[in-house]
């Protein structure tokens, strides 16, 4: 591959849900294209010439770290594993797959880590320069891979396909409402019961971000008429009991995680959509095959907190991109 000198290249056969062989390369970080961290590009062996390219976007455990450097290492050796069923669902799209390699931000201050992997509201606030405004250097490094690929003549359709799962498939979602002219099919799931509404109010209340968008001036009339058009689907396992937006008890609304969501957006949370997951997930439901015409809303009843009953609805979704 031509116009790679700069990044580190591992070529894989056949491993874990990776069954055609690829290569991939560990692109270097680039304040002045627009992103400050390194990002990863896998391209399939097989790959054609005109494809879409997957962002998977950033999922990982929490690590026994706060040093940035050292979360990175780990989700680059998390990637490499291939374990992440993507790769088996893409096993005959073989689209290119580009993984960001932006760690969660720990902040002093707070004392806690800010979710950047889900786009939560004080992903928007945070101070450090580093870290500013991740979703535009996740466009800045899609936008240099379509660089890179074009001189090896591999051309990127316009839109991209954005996959996430748990934290991930929040920042799947949310991406998509803000940046819908980028975004051609969302496939996204354990999700808590909860997406983001595209409503900025209800009963003449202000919904904040990410529980709609009525403080986030940024998201348009015109992107929320594109965002209901664009092919989206979204699951939830029925026995899935992860929840990123509980409460530390039953008498108060205080997230127990306060990177993820403020106690504001928790109580409008509860308020419109429910305490519990399978309560906010029925009427999340409702309100999204109201508002949006190509969407597709799944309940596995034996579902848990992984990917494996949606699988092949995922491989189908994939083979049938234009």
């Known amino acids: ?23 991939l390369y560990r692109i270097p970080s680039n304040p002045t294209q627009g992103y400050n961290f390194e990002y990863l590009l896998f391209i399939p ?8 390219l997957i962002l998977e976007s950033m999922n990982y455990k929490t690590c026994e770290t706060i040093n940035p450097k050292e979360k990175i290492e780990y989700m680059y050796e998390n990637y490499k594993s291939f374990r992440n069923p993507i790769h088996y669902c893409n096993q005959k799209s073989l689209f ?10 720990y902040d002093n201050t707070l004392n806690e880590e800010i979710y ?5 509201s004080n992903t928007f606030k945070v ?4 870290y500013e405004r991740v979703d535009l250097q996740i466009i800045n490094m899609i936008n240099d891979a379509k660089r890179r690929l074009a001189k090896n003549n591999i051309y990127l359709d316009e839109k991209i396909i954005i996959h996430g799962f748990s934290a991930s498939a929040k920042f799947a979602n949310r991406f998509t409402l803000l940046h819908p002219e980028l975004v051609k099919l969302v496939i996204a799931g354990g999700l808590g019961g909860t997406l983001i509404l595209p409503l900025r109010n209800v009963d003449n209340e202000e919904l904040l971000y990410p529980v709609g968008i009525g403080n986030f001036s940024e998201i348009t009339d015109e992107k929320i008429k594109k965002f209901t058009v664009i092919k989206q689907c979204y699951y939830q396992g029925r ?3 992860i929840d990123a937006f509980q409460s530390v008890n039953d008498k108060g609304v205080i997230p127990y995680y306060k990177g993820i969501i403020t106690s504001d957006e928790l109580k409008q949370l509860y308020k419109y959509l429910g305490k519990d997951i399978n309560t ?9 095959n109201e508002l949006c015409q190509n ?3 799944k309940t596995y009843e034996n579902g848990e907190h992984n990917l494996n009953e949606a699988v092949e609805d995922i491989k189908k979704l994939l083979e049938e991109v234009k």
């Open 96 to 105: 290119p797959i580009l993984y960001p390699l932006i760690p969660r931000y």
């Open 116 to 120: 950047l992997n889900m786009l939560s």
């Open 239 to 241: 026995k899935d009991e």
């Open 295 to 297: 969407v597709i809303l």
């Open 127 to 130: 101070s450090n320069k580093l």
């Open 1 to 23: 591959m031509n116009f790679f000198s700069d990044s580190y290249l591992r070529e894989f056969k056949e491993k874990n849900n990776l069954k055609s062989g690829g290569l």
């Open 280 to 288: 906010r997930w029925e009427n999340t439901q409702k309100i999204y």
């Open 45 to 52: 062996s097989g790959i054609r010439n005109k494809t879409s």
